[in-house]
Nanobody
């Protein structure tokens, strides 16, 4: 079982920025991919960004050019830098980690609210 510890959500005005962090309980090298998903009230959970450990990152069209996925191997942490935030980005954001050997894991979720 891999636990994913998220942080960094909060309330921000439109046009503002937030950075989400996610630290797995195992080495990030044990995970084949990591990513971020979000779920707004009344909507299904959707992909925001996903990155394979050896490959490029994919982004949802709605966040391209505004959000950036990154990883710090030394800190065993992945990040989601969110810039130019819009009210429609309001959602609970979930960190996800996938291992072909260990399974599929989710963080507890962190609330992001974009409002003036």
């Amino acid at each position: 079982q891999v636990q994913l510890d998220e942080s960094g959500g909060g309330l921000v005005q439109p046009g503002g920025s937030l950075r989400l962090s996610c630290t797995p309980s195992e080495s990030i090298f044990s995970l084949d991919s990591m990513g971020w998903y979000r779920q707004a009230p009344g909507k299904q959970r959707e992909l925001v960004a996903t990155s394979r450990s050896w490959g490029s990152t994919q982004y949802a069209d709605s966040v391209k050019g505004r959000f950036t996925f990154s990883r710090d191997n030394a800190k065993n942490t992945v990040y989601l830098q969110m810039n130019s935030l819009k009210p429609e980005d309001t959602a609970v954001y979930f960190c996800n980690g996938v291992s072909g050997r260990l399974g599929n894991f989710w963080g507890q979720g962190t609330q992001v609210t974009v409002s003036s």
